[in-house]
């Protein structure tokens, strides 16, 4: 396994359109997570997966975003009807189930870069 | 509403010579402290991490201090090598399912 990947690295869209990320977590982790991180910022928390179901979302997640894991493997991120205030880079992370050493840390992906024009 | 906050944007630092980032939280729920590593165009890196009964955690070259009274932890890196130059985020958890992530450091480390 070669890690957390994501997919696009890039996304150029218009206004008004709608897009969606893919992140594939290491396989063996079950926890999931999506971050928003704008220039001169640390990553923003965005919401949280054990395995499929969805346990924490952030108040940054306006009703436009949506995510899915919807087999507890990969996850997407889905923006509707995108603002230029959208842009960003999105990053996903994934941890390893409780009782493994690595359990409190996280394995970031690369990120998928969006610019909204 | 910033809950883990690094003050210092950028810290320069000869090669040899240690460097130290500092990060302060406001929320005494926070049980884990990481920090992690970020090179351009790259997710950030896993650098080390300390849980909120210790206070000192330790791997090779880099140390991490928590004084949890002042809410305060800090990254020592000795020496400082020209590949430490990086952003550094420190990051806080409340049993690992939110992670808080302050605004980073820039470390140079000058050869």
């Known amino acids: 396994d070669t890690g957390v990947s994501q997919d696009p690295r890039h996304k150029i869209t218009k206004r008004g359109q709608n897009v969606t990320f893919r992140c594939d977590p290491i396989?063996?982790?079950?926890?999931l997570y999506w971050y928003r991180q704008t220039l001169g910022q640390g990553p923003e928390f965005l919401t949280y997966?054990?395995?499929?179901?969805?346990?924490?979302k952030s108040r940054l997640l306006s009703d436009r975003f949506s995510a899915e894991r919807p087999k507890g493997s990969f996850s997407t991120l889905e923006i509707q009807r995108t603002e230029q205030g959208d842009s960003a880079m999105y990053l996903c992370?994934?941890?390893?189930?409780?009782?493994?050493?690595?359990?409190?840390?996280?394995?970031f992906g690369p990120g998928t870069r969006l610019t909204v024009l | 509403d910033q809950q883990v906050k690094q003050n210092s944007p950028s810290l320069s630092v000869q090669e040899g010579r240690i460097s130290i980032l500092n990060c302060d939280y406001t929320n005494s729920m926070f049980d884990y402290f990481l920090w992690y590593k970020k090179y351009p165009a790259e997710g950030p890196t896993f650098l080390i991490s300390?849980?909120?009964?210790?206070d000192k955690n330790e791997d090779g070259r880099f140390t991490v201090f928590l004084n949890k009274s002042a809410k305060h932890l800090s990254l020592h890196i000795v020496p400082s090598q020209p590949g430490d130059s990086a952003v550094y985020f420190c990051a806080a958890s409340i049993t690992g399912n939110q992670f808080y992530f302050g605004t980073g450091t820039s470390l140079t480390v000058i050869p």
């Open positions: 396989s063996e982790h079950n926890r």
């Open positions: 992370a994934s941890s390893p189930v409780a009782g493994t050493s690595a359990y409190n840390e996280q394995f």
């Open positions: 997966f054990q395995n499929e179901a969805q346990l924490e």
């Open positions: 300390i849980s909120s009964i210790k």
